[in-house]
């Protein structure tokens, strides 16, 4: 079975403009998690989505938007990009929602903002 | 509190020894903790979890060690080898919410 997916693998923007990045679960799971690694930082929560329903927020501004569709694919959306949101955003997917239920990462997208 | 504090920052071990990853945690309503370890250009991969009713668990050659009065957990590797160089997090969460992960440790293995 194929794990996640995710696209683009690495992408560069310029401060003010909006990016799209998408994941694909693996296949059976319900569950998608957004999270954003800044250099040398543990994963940071952004997102949760079961069952195409946000579940779960973490601690980021508006600019930070997701959804989930009826495949369980999801994509993260960042408007109004600033130098800061540079990371490494990272997509994880699991059966149920709970947060003991073992979540499988991607790859991630490298975003660079200049 | 929802912070997870792990030391060291980074760690350097022979081949052969044992290397050990220390995390600290505040909130005693986490009951989750799961070790993660990442390789450059890879997302984090779940290593060996935990929970609070349990003191030790040991897969393999990683061991985490529970406890639970002093609100701290760390991981073993035994008989390190040089494909165990990677960064390892700790991380904890509460049922039906997300992870929390520490700032993580780079470890390398001297050959």
């Known amino acids: 079975d194929a794990g996640v997916t995710q696209s683009p693998t690495h992408l560069i923007k310029t401060r003010g403009q909006h990016v799209t990045l998408r994941c694909s679960p693996i296949?059976?799971?319900?569950?998608v998690s957004w999270y954003q690694q800044v250099l040398g930082q543990g994963p940071q929560f952004i997102f949760q989505y079961y069952e195409k329903e946000e579940r779960g927020r973490g601690n980021f501004p508006d600019r930070f938007s997701a959804r989930q569709f009826p495949n369980y694919s999801s994509e993260l959306n960042v408007n109004a990009l600033l130098l800061g949101d540079s990371a490494l955003y990272l997509c994880?997917?699991?059966?149920?929602?709970?947060?003991?239920?073992?979540?499988?990462f991607g790859p991630g997208t490298r975003l660079t903002v200049l | 509190q929802q912070q997870v504090k792990q030391s060291p920052q980074s760690l350097i071990v022979q081949k052969g020894g044992i290397s050990i990853i220390n995390c600290a945690y505040e909130?005693?309503?986490?009951?989750?903790f799961p070790w993660y370890q990442q390789f450059p250009g890879k997302g984090p991969a779940l290593l060996i979890a935990?929970?609070?009713?349990?003191s030790e668990k040991k897969e393999g050659r990683f061991t985490i060690s529970f406890n639970k009065s002093a609100k701290q957990f760390s991981l073993h590797i035994m008989d390190s080898q040089p494909g165990d160089s990677a960064t390892y997090f700790c991380a904890a969460s509460i049922r039906d919410d997300k992870i929390i992960f520490g700032k993580g440790t780079r470890l390398h293995i001297l050959p």
């Open positions: 935990i929970r609070p009713d349990v």
């Open positions: 994880a997917s699991s059966k149920r929602m709970t947060g003991t239920d073992t979540q499988y």
């Open positions: 296949s059976g799971h319900k569950s």
């Open positions: 909130n005693t309503a986490f009951d989750y």
